[in-house]
């Protein structure tokens, strides 16, 4: 309609001039900015284009705009700065909210796995690895990448596996994704596609973000129970699967630590099936009352597709994670990152690569581990003095461990007791593909400090009292 113009370059007023209508046009102008402001469009504080430049990009006099301008500034909804600068000045109209039913109370003490003490990310260190990672990065680096990532953090990540945790890690090995979630959901989507029709997984296990996937791919995921010692093989001899993801250096949620015999035969069971292992190094950076356990990886990295991630050590919101791959799934692999995402956000990943290279990293563990182990030592502590019956195990390492609750005692019913005194803890049953006769509680103490943690444990030995009275 040759009667209309919008402008162009200031698009958010969403201005519309009709030269037709007989309106005189700065009428419309002002009209036009008052439904912007009403309607939440234009906040409060939003710089208006200046009026000369709004006149050339509508078409219209200079003097058009000066008025609407002023217009709108005696009505309340402009003001006009120093230097010719004029802002939105008022806010839009409250608009009537529904009511939404109210949220649940949050627990005055919350033992749930996941929650990390984010408050001690080395904000400093890491401003310092971005600055450099700007300053040095070549422009090629910004542009469209692989779908493994950048070279350096497959250097520096390969450098610090090897040395810490003992893997067999090549530069050309390594894929970064978003987090173990989409590491673990990339390479079942990978074997999906070679022909695999089932995934063993440990039972329990927290992968949540498996199962749900695996059914969507149409994958059969089946448990395979642990006891003190990690998987148990000779139920595991007896399964047929194409991977199994495992926990090895401390099972979650149990704590296990997979021995070397164990190892050994998991080893023997892929090879002889053809079947990918899948090693979730979730938590092994804090261990407290035990010397290093180094991953199966680093003995059979034909066999084993290493996972690690930052959302443990530094912070969940990173969403910074790696595989570390049979060189036969590499590329696979890789393809698959590209096609979910294109790849992950360049600067985070420039920018862990300086942390790791510069050692801040090694330096943040170092620091953080007395912190969790002091939390981990009260827990205990306070178990110990206010609910003997229940048996903890796991705690050598990691950021929670389970507490085995006394025969005869239904873990739901404390789970449900402990709520009402304000304290959330987990069962193992959610976590379970089989059912067991034994209940426990899952404590999560990473992100609580140790007067939270006691009195946590102080409401929970009271709740526990609850369920022996009835």
Same mark, same amino acid.
Not at 177 to 199: E, K, M, P, W
Not at 217 to 232: E, H, K, Q, S, Y
């Given at each position: 309609?040759?009667?209309?113009?919008?402008?162009?370059?200031?698009?958010s007023?969403?201005?519309?001039?009709?030269r037709?209508?007989?309106?005189?046009? !700065?009428?419309?102008?002002?009209a036009?900015?008052?439904?912007?402001?009403?309607s %939440?469009?234009?906040?409060?504080?939003?710089?208006?284009?200046?009026?000369?430049?709004?006149?050339?990009?509508?078409?219209?006099?200079?003097? &058009?705009?000066?008025?609407?301008?002023?217009?709108? &500034?005696?009505e309340?909804?402009?003001?006009?700065?120093?230097?010719?600068y004029?802002?939105?000045a008022?806010?839009?109209?409250?608009?009537? /909210? #529904?009511?939404? #039913?109210?949220? #649940?109370?949050? @627990?005055?003490?919350?033992?749930?796995?996941?929650?990390?003490?984010?408050?001690?990310?080395?904000?400093?260190?890491?401003?310092?690895?971005?600055?450099?990672?700007?300053?040095?990065?070549?422009?090629?680096?910004?542009?469209?990448?692989?779908?493994?990532?950048? #070279?350096?953090? !497959?250097e520096?990540?390969?450098?610090?596996?090897?040395?810490?945790?003992?893997?067999?890690a090549?530069?050309?090995?390594?894929?970064?994704?978003? *987090?173990?979630?989409? *590491?673990?959901?990339?390479?079942?989507?990978?074997?999906?596609?070679?022909?695999?029709?089932?995934? +063993?997984?440990e039972? $329990?296990?927290?992968?949540?973000d498996?199962?749900?996937?695996?059914?969507t791919?149409?994958?059969?995921?089946? %448990?395979?129970?642990?006891?003190?010692? %990690? /998987?148990?093989i000779? =139920?595991?001899?007896?399964?047929?699967?194409?991977?199994?993801?495992?926990?090895?250096? !401390?099972?979650?949620?149990?704590?296990?630590?997979?021995?070397?015999?164990?190892?050994a +035969?998991?080893?023997?069971?892929?090879?002889?099936?053809?079947?990918?292992?899948?090693?979730?190094?979730?938590? +092994?950076?804090?261990?407290?009352?035990?010397?290093?356990?180094?991953?199966?990886?680093?003995?059979? @990295?034909?066999?084993?597709?290493?996972?690690?991630?930052?959302?443990?050590?530094?912070? $969940?919101?990173?969403?910074?994670?790696?595989? &570390?791959?049979?060189?036969?799934?590499?590329?696979? =692999?890789?393809?698959?990152?590209?096609?979910?995402d294109?790849?992950? $956000?360049?600067?985070?990943?420039?920018?862990?690569?300086?942390?790791?290279?510069?050692?801040?990293?090694?330096?943040?563990?170092?620091?953080?581990?007395?912190?969790?182990?002091?939390?981990?030592? /009260?827990?205990?502590?306070?178990?110990?003095?206010?609910?003997?019956?229940?048996?903890?195990?796991?705690?050598?390492?990691?950021? !929670?461990? &389970?507490?085995?609750?006394p025969d005869?005692?239904?873990?739901?019913?404390?789970?449900?007791?402990?709520?009402?005194?304000?304290?959330? =803890?987990?069962?193992?049953?959610?976590?379970?593909?089989?059912?067991?006769?034994?209940?426990?509680?899952?404590? %999560?103490?990473? +992100?609580?400090?140790?007067?939270?943690?006691?009195?946590? /444990?102080?409401?929970?030995?009271?709740?526990?009292?609850?369920?022996?009275?009835?």
């Open positions: 309609m040759a009667g209309l113009q919008t402008n162009s370059a200031g698009e007023l969403l201005v519309t001039l009709d037709d209508s007989g309106e005189p046009l !700065h009428r419309q102008l002002a036009a900015v008052r439904d912007g402001v009403r %939440g469009r234009l906040r409060r504080g939003t710089t208006l284009p200046p009026t000369r430049r709004l006149a050339g990009e509508l078409g219209v006099s200079r003097g &058009v705009v000066v008025e609407a301008y002023q217009q709108l &500034v005696s309340g909804y402009l003001t006009s700065r120093t230097g010719g004029t802002e939105v008022a806010t839009p109209a409250a608009q009537p /909210v #529904p009511s939404a #039913p109210a949220a #649940p109370a949050a @627990p005055a003490v919350d033992f749930g796995y996941g929650r990390y003490d984010v408050s001690n990310f080395p904000r400093a260190a890491w401003l310092r690895s971005i600055r450099r990672a700007y300053a040095q990065a070549p422009n090629e680096r910004f542009g469209y990448l692989t779908g493994r990532g950048v #070279p350096e953090l !497959h520096a990540l390969a450098d610090y596996l090897n040395r810490v945790r003992g893997t067999a090549f530069p050309d090995t390594v894929v970064v994704s978003n *987090g173990y979630a989409q *590491g673990i959901a990339l390479t079942a989507q990978v074997l999906a596609a070679r022909g695999a029709r089932r995934i +063993a997984v039972d $329990p296990s927290a992968d949540d498996l199962r749900p996937l695996a059914r791919m149409g994958l059969d995921v089946v %448990g395979v129970p642990v006891d003190d010692d %990690g /998987v148990r000779d =139920v595991l001899d007896g399964v047929d699967a194409d991977a199994l993801v495992l926990t090895p250096t !401390h099972q979650w949620p149990t704590g296990a630590v997979l021995s070397a015999p164990r190892r +035969a998991v080893l023997r069971w892929a090879a002889a099936r053809g079947a990918l292992v899948v090693e979730d190094d979730y938590d +092994a950076e804090y261990r407290y009352d035990r010397s290093p356990v180094g991953t199966m990886q680093g003995l059979a @990295p034909d066999l084993v597709a290493y996972s690690g991630t930052a959302s443990k050590t530094l912070a $969940p919101g990173l969403r910074l994670g790696w595989l &570390v791959l049979p060189r036969s799934l590499v590329d696979e =692999v890789a393809e698959a990152k590209l096609l979910a294109r790849g992950s $956000p360049v600067l985070d990943q420039l920018a862990f690569a300086d942390f790791l290279a510069h050692g801040e990293f090694d330096r943040h563990l170092r620091r953080m581990r007395p912190i969790y182990r002091r939390r981990r030592d /009260v827990l205990l502590a306070a178990l110990a003095a206010l609910l003997p019956e229940l048996e903890p195990a796991g705690i050598s390492a990691g950021l !929670h461990l &389970v507490a085995w609750l005869g005692v239904d873990e739901a019913t404390v789970v449900a007791a402990a709520a009402r005194r304000g304290v959330r =803890v987990n069962g193992v049953t959610p976590y379970r593909l089989s059912p067991a006769e034994r209940g426990g509680l899952i404590f %999560g103490y990473s +992100a609580l400090n140790e007067r939270v943690v006691a009195d946590g /444990v102080a409401r929970l030995a009271t709740a526990f009292a609850d369920v022996r009275r009835k």
